[in-house]
């Protein structure tokens, strides 16, 4: 079974050339701040901003952004608390701050973002009118 019979659907090829055009835009704009910033790996453990190019024809962004912390913080997380305990809590909030600083930086650029509903420590880059 593909995906597509199960009504999956991707961009063009033409559409997702423009969003991955915008994908390096949103990475060159976040290194000239100064910020970690690499294309298309979102599983890299190393802390920065992961710049991942939405290819699915109903995903609204055309790129999304996610902030990693280092890895320490992550493999610290405690099962035993439902709050995942401090190291995760702060983990949360430092995304949190940095997601914010990265949503400034990119509307200066002239970007549209916003916060992903689903994940909250995912950015949606939207695309331009031409993507």
């Known amino acids: 079974m593909t995906p597509e019979d199960l009504g999956i659907k991707h961009v063009t090829a033409e559409v997702a050339e423009a969003r991955s055009r915008l994908a390096g835009q949103v990475c060159d704009e976040l290194r000239k701040a100064g910020l970690p910033a690499c294309l298309g790996t979102i599983d890299d453990p190393s802390p920065g901003a992961k710049i991942d190019v939405e290819l699915l024809e109903d995903h609204p962004a055309a790129a999304s952004v996610y902030w990693k912390c280092d890895p320490s913080v992550h493999s ?12 995760f809590q702060y983990f949360i909030k ?7 600083a990265v949503m400034g930086i990119l509307r ?3 970007f549209t973002v916003e916060r992903d509903d ?5 950015l949606w880059v939207m695309p331009t009118p031409a993507a």
């Open 76 to 87: 610290a997380y405690d099962t035993s608390r439902p709050d995942g305990g401090p190291a």
């Open 94 to 100: 430092a995304a949190d701050h940095v997601q914010t």
């Open 108 to 110: 200066s650029a002239g």
């Open 118 to 122: 689903m994940d909250p420590l995912a």
